[in-house]
């Protein structure tokens, strides 16, 4: 069965970094779609970034120049460098594999940022 596991949340200043990971097991990392998704207190998941098999990216606005997704296939990890980070970035994080009608999710890891 395919496995998730994120890592690297944790209680940051604002303004502060932090680099989330996500290591796949059971799976054929590099030939999947890798994503990261963020759940705001209170509301609905939505997509933060996306990185193709072949290494292409792609951001939400509101992240665009602050993040970066990147994956290592070597390692079977992917990873969300995350700078200057604001109290609205707060919330789960959760990495997300697909490849065709394939949709995997981790568990999801806790990033809090304080004012």
């Known amino acids: 069965q395919v496995r998730l596991v994120e890592s690297g949340g944790g209680l940051v200043q604002a303004g502060g970094s932090l680099r989330l990971s996500c290591a796949a097991s059971?799976?054929?990392?590099?030939?999947?779609?890798m994503a990261w998704y963020h759940q705001a207190p209170g509301k609905q998941r939505e997509l933060v970034a996306t990185?193709?098999?072949?290494?292409?990216?792609n951001y939400t606005d509101s992240v665009k120049g602050r993040f970066t997704i990147s994956r290592d296939n070597a390692k079977n990890t992917q990873y969300l460098q995350m700078n200057s980070l604001k109290p609205e970035d707060t919330g789960l994080y959760y990495c997300?594999?697909?490849?065709?009608?394939?949709?995997?999710w981790g568990q999801g890891t806790q990033v809090t940022v304080s004012s």
């Open positions: 990185i193709s098999s072949g290494g292409n990216t």
């Open positions: 997300n594999a697909k490849l065709k009608y394939r949709d995997y």
């Open positions: 059971r799976m054929t990392f590099n030939i999947y779609s």
